[in-house]
């Protein structure tokens, strides 16, 4: 082995694997060339000897570690039983002290003799390895002397066979060394190198590839695809070549042109568009414009670029014109949102083709807190129906929003009756917040919109008109300080609302002499009474209560449909049972009641005549007048009302009368006559085909004579 003097700022010896070095601490090393802390053995500055790796640095000591080891587990095996030999035990026991002891002392391997003769603070039994001359130095206690001993790894042989290549992992069992001049055969592939595939491998070779090899080459040799709307992920396992081309994927059919530019359509087409395509121009349109916006450079708010080209402004009245012939809504304008003062102002004029101008003025009322409100005034049209029904025209003016507070966005809408063409001019605008009044006529006619709150149409009411939200009609044909009579609809407060007949025509929220009311309290009553006599209880005029089931007059019931009524006079109206009225007597001793009844089960309604004070039953001598289930009309004793033939009657289609079943007049008539006529014998009974001489009388016929009591009867004109 041979050692050199390294010319660094550390001492270094070293070998073909390891070295002896001095690290920064001064410690002598004895370590992999580049692993200085993966040390077999560490001599300290104090004399401490630190051994990782005692094979490297004895082998012989080794061997007989390996031989002790051997003899421990032979004594173990055979301590049961077994006599040993302490004395041998003890020698080998000696021997392996004196070998820790020996290598205990072992200072290091040094580079040259001087360094182990400087060593400092040496021991009996101390011993260092020199690299010098490659021999074993021993301390005898008062000096270091050079031996004849080589140092251990001179005694390794080096090996003469040939390195083996790489291959499958494994620590080896040679005890010989490499030479330092040693090279391995080559282990490379002499296989050609495959080509790349789609899944990979991670291969079983354990040659190593050539730095010049070079992979087949696996580029594909179809021509490429075009691009396609859905895209593909592909399946093919070959590249494309640098230098390859797609096909054209652009419209060839030169029949196929671009479109002319309409409503936005993200378009179906897997063509792009060449560079240099040209859209074809649309001239003339058939229909209104509906861009929902033109752009102009240097354009005012107040301006509009109009489809033309030419710019108009607010000032000169912006109109438009919509097809009303299916009705629907139009949005007029958007009162956007603000957090300040300032209300702007705008008025609208709404012609149609079949009807007089209508006007809507509008202002909203911004605050601090956004918009609050929104008033406006909407006059119907000149010509209405009798009903006040606009058949051609706006009929509803509302306005709903979006938001709350400073963010909320008013809106405002009109209804269309069906009208056909109707035309929205913008005809009064205030110079003042323009900014606030936003999307003039912008919208086409919709059929739906959301709920809102209603501006009411105020109406051509000649002299009338509204007053302070009241409705008063005045007399035009009278001096108004002679009759002084007006109509006024209104309220006084949020819960009563009346009509007031006789008021005052120079004001309104006045009472006059011999003014009357009738109105909705805020207990919901209705009241009729004059207005000076007026009373929260009602107790005045006439009323009728919230569920109208009692009727009062100055505080006395008239109808109660839950009780019994009575009104006090001659008659008394007794309780209404399934529907009947009794009529009772003020004097009950003389028991002549009325009872009208019905039985709607059966049908039947009737009149009983000479009844008693009860609502039920019949006394003696009470009559009845009788319409039964079938049709006819009896007048009988109530008695009898439920026998057959008893009392007078008339048919069902009201053509034959009947007593007690015998038909004594009409059609069918057997013992009377048929024209309708009825002769009577004074209270005596009339015989019908007799020739009797009696009292009762009778009527008779020979064929040539008529005959009344056996005597013929002579005939002649009677006077009228």
């Given at each position: 082995m041979q050692y050199t003097k390294k010319s660094s700022s550390n001492s270094v010896m070293d070998n073909d694997n390891y070295q002896l070095t001095i690290d920064d601490q001064n410690n002598l090393l004895y370590c992999p060339k580049n692993n200085p802390t993966?040390?077999?053995?560490?001599?300290?500055?104090?004399?401490?000897?630190?051994?990782?790796?005692?094979?490297?640095?004895?082998?012989?000591?080794?061997?007989?570690i390996?031989?002790?080891?051997?003899?421990?587990?032979?004594?173990?095996?055979?301590?049961?039983?077994?006599?040993?030999?302490?004395?041998?035990?003890?020698?080998?026991?000696?021997?392996?002290?004196t070998e820790l002891a020996r290598q205990t002392h072992f200072r290091g391997y040094f580079t040259t003799n001087d360094e182990i003769l400087q060593l400092v603070l040496p021991a009996l039994g101390d011993y260092a390895y020199s690299a010098e001359d490659l021999l074993v130095w021993d301390y005898d206690g008062s000096q270091w002397v050079e031996t004849d001993q080589i140092v251990p790894d001179q005694m390794t042989p080096?090996?003469?066979?040939?390195?083996?290549?790489?291959?499958?992992?494994?620590?080896?069992?040679?005890?010989?060394?490499?030479?330092?001049?040693?090279?391995?055969?080559?282990?490379?592939?002499?296989?050609?190198?495959?080509?790349?595939?789609?899944d990979g491998s991670v291969g079983d070779s354990v040659n190593y590839a050539r730095s010049n090899h070079s992979h087949p080459i696996n580029t594909s040799t179809t021509i490429p695809l075009q691009d396609s709307a859905s895209g593909s992920v592909g399946t093919a396992n070959s590249y494309a070549r640098s230098d390859h081309q797609h096909t054209i994927n652009v419209e060839t059919n030169a029949s196929n042109i671009p479109i002319v530019n309409g409503v936005g359509n993200n378009g179906t087409s897997t063509?792009?568009?060449?560079?240099?395509?040209?859209?074809?121009?649309?001239?003339?349109?058939?229909?209104?414009?509906?861009?929902?916006?033109?752009?102009?450079?240097?354009?005012?708010?107040?301006?509009?670029?109009?489809?033309?080209?030419?710019?108009?402004?607010i000032d000169t009245k912006l109109s438009r014109t919509y097809n009303g012939s299916a009705g629907g809504w139009i949005r007029l304008y958007n009162f956007p949102a603000g957090a300040s003062v300032g209300n702007p102002f705008i008025e609208f004029k709404i012609y149609t083709q079949y009807n007089a101008v209508q006007t809507i003025r509008l202002v909203p009322y911004y605050?601090?807190?956004?918009?609050?409100?929104?008033?406006?005034?909407?006059?119907?049209?000149?010509?209405?129906?009798?009903?006040?029904?606009?058949?051609?025209?706006?009929?509803q003016l509302f306005h709903n929003h979006s938001g709350s507070g400073t963010s909320a966005i008013y809106s405002a809408y009109i209804r269309l009756e069906s009208s056909g063409g109707v035309t929205i001019v913008v005809s009064d605008q205030s110079t003042y917040f323009t900014n606030r009044v936003t999307e003039i006529l912008t919208q086409d006619v919709v059929q739906g919109v959301s709920n809102g709150t209603q501006i009411p149409i105020?109406?051509?009411?000649?002299?009338?008109?509204?007053?302070?939200?009241?409705?008063?009609?005045?007399?035009?044909?009278?001096?108004?300080g002679t009759y002084n009579n007006g109509i006024r609809i209104g309220n006084y407060n949020t819960e009563y609302s009346s009509l007031y007949l006789g008021c005052s025509t120079t004001a309104t929220n006045t009472t006059q002499a011999g003014q009357w009311e009738i109105s909705k309290t805020n207990d919901n009553v209705l009241t009729i009474n004059p207005s000076s006599l007026r009373q929260t209880d009602h107790s005045v005029g006439l009323s009728i209560?919230?569920?109208?089931?009692?009727?009062?007059?100055?505080?006395?019931?008239?109808?109660?449909?839950?009780?019994?009524?009575?009104?006090?006079?001659?008659?008394?109206?007794?309780?209404?049972?399934?529907?009947?009225?009794?009529l009772n007597p003020s004097d009950v001793s003389y028991g002549e009641g009325l009872r009208i009844a019905n039985t709607p089960i059966r049908n039947v309604s009737a009149i009983y005549i000479g009844t008693s004070t009860?609502?039920?039953?019949?006394?003696?001598?009470?009559?009845?007048?009788?319409?039964?289930?079938?049709?006819?009309?009896?007048?009988?004793?109530?008695?009898?009302?439920?026998?057959?033939?008893?009392?007078?009657?008339?048919?069902?289609?009201?053509?034959?009368?009947?007593?007690?079943?015998?038909?004594?007049?009409?059609?069918?008539?057997?013992?009377?006559?048929?024209?309708?006529?009825?002769?009577?014998?004074?209270?005596?009974?009339?015989l019908w085909g007799a020739n009797s001489v009696d009292t009762e009388g009778g009527f008779y016929s020979n064929g040539t004579n008529i005959c009344w009591r056996a005597r013929p009867i002579t005939l002649g004109s009677a006077p009228p």
């Open positions: 993966d040390y077999a053995m560490k001599l300290t500055q104090d004399g401490l000897l630190i051994v990782n790796n005692i094979q490297l640095i004895n082998n012989d000591f080794l061997q007989k390996i031989v002790l080891e051997q003899q421990v587990q032979n004594i173990q095996q055979q301590i049961n039983g077994q006599s040993q030999d302490i004395g041998q035990l003890q020698a080998d026991v000696q021997v392996i002290n080096a090996s003469d066979a040939n390195p083996q290549s790489d291959g499958t992992v494994s620590a080896g069992t040679s005890t010989e060394y490499s030479r330092g001049d040693h090279i391995h055969p080559l282990n490379i592939s002499t296989s050609v190198p495959i080509s790349d595939t789609a063509y792009y568009s060449r560079h240099d395509h040209v859209h074809p121009q649309q001239l003339t349109y058939d229909g209104n414009v509906t861009a929902s916006k033109f752009i102009k450079t240097g354009g005012l708010a107040s301006e509009v670029l109009c489809a033309n080209g030419d710019t108009t402004t605050s601090v807190n956004g918009i609050t409100n929104v008033y406006g005034i909407f006059t119907a049209p000149v010509r209405i129906s009798n009903n006040y029904v606009i058949e051609q025209g706006v009929n105020t109406y051509d009411l000649a002299n009338g008109g509204i007053l302070n939200n009241m409705l008063q009609v005045n007399p035009t044909g009278r001096t108004y209560n919230s569920d109208s089931s009692i009727i009062k007059f100055n505080g006395n019931e008239l109808v109660n449909a839950g009780t019994d009524q009575t009104i006090n006079g001659r008659k008394t109206f007794g309780g209404t049972t399934c529907s009947n009225i009794q009860s609502t039920s039953g019949e006394i003696d001598e009470q009559w009845t007048i009788i319409k039964r289930s079938t049709g006819e009309l009896y007048i009988c004793r109530t008695a009898d009302q439920n026998i057959v033939d008893r009392g007078l009657a008339i048919s069902a289609d009201g053509n034959t009368l009947s007593f007690n079943g015998s038909v004594i007049a009409g059609t069918g008539a057997t013992n009377g006559a048929t024209n309708g006529s009825v002769n009577y014998s004074a209270g005596n009974p009339i």
